[in-house]
């Protein structure tokens, strides 16, 4: 693209590239929809990583993020607002031609996400985008995207997210194994009402304009019956209720979440918590069938190396 430019490189052996420009989410999804084209064959990844500089927390675009999540003012910057600043760069990777894998078919597994310093306002932060790990899946080949988030040269935010790409033969790399089981300890602990419109009020905010997220009509056109919500407005939304309601930003924290089903819109769902850890679940509105399986935890403040996501998911 034009406005890309070789970086140092984030890591062993790849050489980042630099989008000083983002493109726009319409000229994302038809490279995601021409991306169709690509057979499901199990292949490895390619040495990408792409960067962006410089990229500024705003108050404004945080606060219209934390009210639709339900974060509050005392919780500070949501530990999942750097993944949607970095999902444009996770767009220009899988929409790359060198990326084996088409988007369309495409099943967001899990997300981990890592706090290793405190996040406000104001703060500027360097963002690198990977390929990681590949993993066997009975449906499909499992990949990952990695992310590093970096303050002053000093690592602040890592993330890791797991994809499935349904139908290949033969998948890559170590069979994938789910990190959550279901916990008959949990209790319900609160109902929410999902409006209608909520795919496209989180698209608003997020920049993620999946067609099958914004009107019955395009969701229909991927097998939905009706649009369905983002899986991770559905982790923000738990997050903002189970973690403590203070400045969350200021710890280092470990979150990992496991989606399961689903969400359709409009539609109700409940939260079931143990009131004895740190597991949760989001599950419908008769408590029987999880949308996603969750977990947070306080971290040492000298984290491990974010790619360990199928090998230690606790």
């Known amino acids: 693209m034009p406005n890309d430019r070789p970086l140092d490189p984030p890591g062993a052996g790849q050489t980042a590239v630099e989008v000083s420009r983002l493109p726009s989410p319409l000229h994302l999804y038809l490279r995601a929809l021409l991306s169709a084209r690509k057979p499901a064959l199990a292949q490895t990844l390619p040495p990408q990583a792409f960067a962006r500089r410089d990229v500024v927390l705003d108050a404004n675009d945080i606060a219209r993020y934390a009210r639709l999540c339900g974060f509050t003012d005392a919780q500070g910057v949501p530990p999942t607002w ?25 099943v967001h597994l899990a997300n981990r996400i890592r706090t290793h310093a405190s996040l406000a306002a104001g703060d500027r932060l360097d963002f690198d ?60 602990t609160a109902s929410w009402q999902v409006p209608g419109d909520l795919g496209r009020q989180y698209a608003r905010v997020s920049g993620d304009y999946n067609p099958i997220h914004l009107w019955p009509i395009t969701a229909r056109l991927f097998g939905f019956p009706r649009p369905i919500i983002h899986g991770m407005w559905s982790f923000a939304r738990t997050l903002a209720a189970v973690l403590p309601n203070q400045s969350i930003s200021a710890q280092h924290l470990d979150l990992l979440v496991e989606f399961k089903t689903p969400l359709l819109l409009p539609g109700n769902a409940t939260l079931w918590r143990d009131p004895h850890s740190d597991v949760f679940e989001l599950r419908d509105a008769a408590g029987t069938v999880p949308h996603l399986r969750g977990r947070w935890q306080a971290a040492p403040s000298a984290s491990s190396s974010i790619n360990t996501f199928a090998t230690d998911p606790s």
């Open 82 to 106: 750097p993944h949607l600043l970095a999902f444009p760069l996770h767009m220009r990777l899988m929409t790359d031609r060198a990326f084996p894998f088409a988007m369309l078919g495409m």
């Open 129 to 188: 985008v990977r390929c990681g790990p590949l993993y066997a899946h009975d449906k499909g080949q499992v990949f990952t995207v990695l992310t590093t988030a970096r303050r002053d040269g000093d690592r602040v935010w890592t993330g890791e997210s797991l994809y499935l790409r349904t139908g290949v033969r033969n998948a890559l790399g170590a069979p994938y194994r789910a990190g959550l089981s279901a916990n008959p300890a949990l209790v319900k």
